[in-house]
Every structure is written in C-alpha cells, then in structure tokens.
C-alpha cells in the first residue's frame, strides 16, 4: 500500500485536475464562460425550475391534422390490401371522417367485407350491395387514437429535449390534447420551439414522371397523385409525387450525419426489419424510376433507383450543411411527431423557491460543510486534514462532472450531494477509526496506516455499491426530481470513493514517506 508510484501519484493528480477545469466556469459570470475559446471548458450547472426558472409551454395536438393524416393512411392501406386481392376501387371523396369508395365491380362485396374485416379497430367499415363502400372512423377510435399520439408525442419530446436524461424538464399531459412542457434554464421559449417546433415526417412516395409540374399547378393533377415543394438542391421548384406512402419514418431503427461521395454533409440511415424488407420490395419493383424523400411536406431528395437496395440502409443528400445534417439525424433519431403542436401559451417561469429559501440553503451548506472540516480536524488531526483535502475535492470533482454532464441541479439534487458528503466522510472516519485501532494493538505507523486502508476497504465498497444501486434505480425509474436526486448521488458515489480511497490514502503515504514519524497523530 505504501508503493504508491510516480503514475499513479500522476493520475490521481490529473483526474484531479480535470474535475477542477470542468467545475471551474461556475465561477466565472454566464456571459463569461461562454465567450471562453472552443478548446476550454465552458458549461455551467444548469439550475433546476425550483432553482432558476426556465421556458414553459402548453402546446395543443392539431386534430384536424391528426384526423385527415389517419383517414390518408387508411384509405392506402384499403388500397393496397384490394390492390392485392385484384380487386378494384376507387376513392370518391372523404366528408368529415368518412373515405367513400365505389367498387369497380358490385359483385365483390362479399370479398370485400371478409378481406376488410380485421383492419382499423378505430374504423366502422360498411360495404353496400350495390358496390358502395364507407370507411368511418369512430368517437371511440378517435379518442383512443389521440391518446396514443400523445403519449407517442411524449416519447419523441423528451427524447429531443432531454437526449441524455440528466436535464430533467417537465413534459406532462393535461386534457385530452394538451401537453405542458417546462425546461429549466432557457431565458426565453423561441429556443424550446426550435427544438421541438419541427415534425420530422419522413415519408417516401414514387415520383410521377409522367405528370406536368405546369398542368398540376394550374389544377390538372391526376388522380392519386400531389404537388409538393422541393427543397433538395436539383433546381426545381416542385415535384407530382403519387400519394402513396411507400415507407415512413415510423420504420427507420437510426440514423446518423455522414457525408456523400462528393463530400457534401448528407443523412445516413438505416431500417428495422420491417422498413428493409418494405424497402426492398418498393426499390426491387421500381428500378429506374425516381423515389422521392419527403420531410413534413417538402422533397429534400429525389434519387433515381439505379439497382434494388435491400440492405435497410440508405443516404438521403441535399442542401445540407454540417450542422443542418446533424439536427436533421437528431431529429430522426427522436422520431417524428404523430402530429403537428400547436402553442397555446409561452411565457418563462421563476424560481419556485423564494430568493430568500435559495440563500438560506446556501448558508446551510456553507456551514454544514465547516462543521465537517473542523470535526474532522479536532478528531483525527493531520489525517483529518487530509480528509478535508479530500472532501473538498470531493464536491469539486462533482460540480465538474455535473457541468460536464449538463445534468440539471435541483433542490433534491442538493439533498443528493450533502448526502454524499457524509457518506465521503464515513468512509475516512472508518479507515482512520481502523488505524486508530491498530495503532493500540501495537503495530508500527506504516504497518497501521497499510492496515487500516486495506482492511476498511471492504466495508467501505459494501456500504458504497448498495447505495450506488439504490441511485441508478432512482435515475433510471424515476423521473423528475426523484431522477436528480439519483444522478447526483450516483455521482458523488464514484467521487467520494476516488477522493476517499485514492487521493487520502495518496496524501498520507506522501506524508509517511517525507516525515517518518515514530507515532501516528490521529
């Protein structure tokens, strides 16, 4: 134990230093840090809503939107099973939330209802003798079906909002269509639009190459086909595509920014079993016609099928830049809204404790942590220094890896780290009580110290490793503050056991080696 080597003296000096370079800026006045160079570290703790407030917004499902996207869907998917069976028909406008069809041929009916029978739960589907047929989708179905997109749109908020999961915001349903969405720190709520403004609806459709751009513009569009802006670089202003969805978004397992042949920043991507095998037979049966990608409304890429892709994976070039490449694969990655949102209100929310409840926490700490430090030097002495050497590098390292992190700190995440505090110096009183003990039976100071260390260790890493699983369970089925509180406990975990084990035992072999003592002042 007393071999501690000129490496491991270097490493614990540089993890040391490192956790004091990433906790440095919160020293350092906002504006400050972040007008410090690209190379140095300039994240700050981000404060809770109990802390600092931060942007709230109360955002509303478009059911108008929602209710025409699932008639558009059901009525390709009536499509393609008839299309399947050879059986004809044709769309003769939708009223309200009722698609009319008229069968090609009346004698199908019967065929027709048995194919169509287990389709759209959601959906009353009543097919006519006379080769009449209507799609209707129910109250029931439509309130099911806006509770699913909103608990869908949940998923993809937070996952766009709070990739990591250490920034903590409040994503919540009120009502039937609403969604409340609360993220601390952000001074205003034009940045939490742009980041969850954008649906991402990736769709591909067929191009219609045998279509006029001019005659579709003046109103001649042929039946089962649409006009759509293009934003893909090639020039043309807009593409008639066939209505048809091919493959969606839904299916995509990730994507990522990347680059093409030429260099230029593109979209890699790659399908779940279900989008590659779609792929597969859309490309296989289309080779040499052009495949339109289309993100909410917009042709970002028309490539021609050169050759059937059936590997799941694929590219999607533009007009990228780097950084549009990059919140183009973010957003991808998250999934698409199931439907547009619409804000209902904005505003920036305060602290909800009080600036007085902020300042009296602060005094609390400030002196709970003298307290410590001075307990500690009147029991153990020079060990005890040691040990608030140690502690204070201990919360040092700690607001590092929070501001590393960007995990958001609330008032239960304080709790977490006094927590972790007192658990920092439990485990030094342990090992300075066990060389105490050692010392009265006897044994010389290097033997007591090398004693004390090894044989503390056990208890200590019991004591440390089922607090660690209480606080990753905390992180990650919890939410909210009870998900701070597990974060900066399982960080102040692995620091106090670092400062604990490695940097006093470090301190006090330095010591050993230099003075020598006959006696222990512990």
């Given at each position: ?352 404790l009080g600036a007085d409840s902020i300042q009296a926490g602060k005094v609390a700490s400030a002196i709970g942590f003298a307290a410590v430090i001075i307990f500690m030097t009147i029991c153990y002495g020079r060990f005890g220094l040691f040990a608030n050497v140690a502690l204070f590098m201990n919360l040092v390292m700690i607001m590092g890896a929070l501001s590393f992190l960007q995990a958001t700190l609330t008032l239960p995440g304080i709790a977490g780290i006094v927590l972790t505090v007192g658990m920092a110096v439990d485990a030094n009183v342990l090992i300075f009580e066990r060389i105490r003990e050692e010392v009265r039976n006897g044994r010389t100071p290097y033997n007591a110290v090398e004693v004390g260390f090894t044989r503390a260790m056990t208890t200590i890493f019991d004591a440390n490793f089922t607090t660690a699983v209480a606080a990753l369970l905390l992180f990650f089925l919890g939410s909210g503050p009870v998900r701070g509180f597990g974060a900066t406990l399982a960080i102040g975990i692995v620091t106090s056991m670092f400062t ?23």
């Amino acid at each position: 134990m007393l071999d501690f080597p000129a490496w491991k003296i270097w490493l614990v000096a540089g993890i040391c230093a490192l956790g004091a370079l990433f906790a440095a800026p919160n020293l350092l006045p906002r504006d400050v840090a972040e007008s410090l160079p690209g190379w140095m570290p300039n994240q700050q703790i981000a404060l809770g809503l109990d802390l600092s407030g931060g942007a709230h917004l109360l955002l509303e499902i478009d059911e108008d939107v929602y209710v025409s996207d699932r008639l558009m869907t059901m009525e390709s998917d009536i499509r393609r099973i008839l299309r399947t069976e050879r059986i004809g028909v044709r769309v003769l406008g939708t009223q309200d939330m009722t698609i009319n069809f008229a069968l090609r041929d009346a004698a199908d009916a019967e065929a027709v209802r048995e194919e169509l029978s287990g389709i759209g739960e959601d959906f009353l589907i009543v097919v006519n003798e006379d080769g009449t047929m209507t799609a209707t989708m129910t109250e029931q179905g439509l309130t099911a079906g806006l509770s699913d997109a909103i608990e869908r749109t949940l998923e993809v908020l937070r996952d766009r909002i709070d990739p990591t999961g250490v920034l903590e915001p409040i994503i919540t349903r009120q009502g039937r269509d609403r969604i409340l969405v609360q993220v601390p720190g952000l001074d205003n709520t034009e940045e939490l639009k742009i980041r969850i403004g954008q649906t991402a609806k990736l769709t591909f459709h067929l191009v219609d190459d045998e279509a006029s751009v001019s005659s579709a513009q003046e109103g001649s569009l042929p039946l089962g086909s649409e006009i759509m802006p293009a934003h893909d670089g090639s020039g043309a202003e807009f593409y008639v595509l066939r209505s048809e969805v091919l493959v969606s978004g839904e299916n995509l397992a990730d994507a990522a920014s990347s680059f093409d042949q030429s260099g230029n920043p593109a979209v890699s991507f790659n399908f779940d079993s279900i989008g590659s095998s779609r792929f597969c037979e859309v490309t296989t049966a289309n080779v040499g016609r052009r495949l339109a990608i289309v993100l909410d409304g917009e042709v970002i890429s028309a490539p021609r099928i050169n050759s059937p892709i059936c590997g799941g994976n694929g590219i999607i070039t533009g007009s990228f830049s780097t950084a549009g490449a990059e919140e183009l694969a973010i957003l991808l990655r998250a999934g698409a809204l199931p439907v547009p949102l619409d804000v209902v209100e904005e505003r920036t929310v305060g602290p909800t404790l009080g600036a007085d409840s902020i300042q009296a926490g602060k005094v609390a700490s400030a002196i709970g942590f003298a307290a410590v430090i001075i307990f500690m030097t009147i029991c153990y002495g020079r060990f005890g220094l040691f040990a608030n050497v140690a502690l204070f590098m201990n919360l040092v390292m700690i607001m590092g890896a929070l501001s590393f992190l960007q995990a958001t700190l609330t008032l239960p995440g304080i709790a977490g780290i006094v927590l972790t505090v007192g658990m920092a110096v439990d485990a030094n009183v342990l090992i300075f009580e066990r060389i105490r003990e050692e010392v009265r039976n006897g044994r010389t100071p290097y033997n007591a110290v090398e004693v004390g260390f090894t044989r503390a260790m056990t208890t200590i890493f019991d004591a440390n490793f089922t607090t660690a699983v209480a606080a990753l369970l905390l992180f990650f089925l919890g939410s909210g503050p009870v998900r701070g509180f597990g974060a900066t406990l399982a960080i102040g975990i692995v620091t106090s056991m670092f400062t604990a084990i490695m940097l006093t035992r470090m301190l006090a072999v330095l010591w050993l080696k230099r003075s020598r003592p006959t006696a222990l002042p512990i």
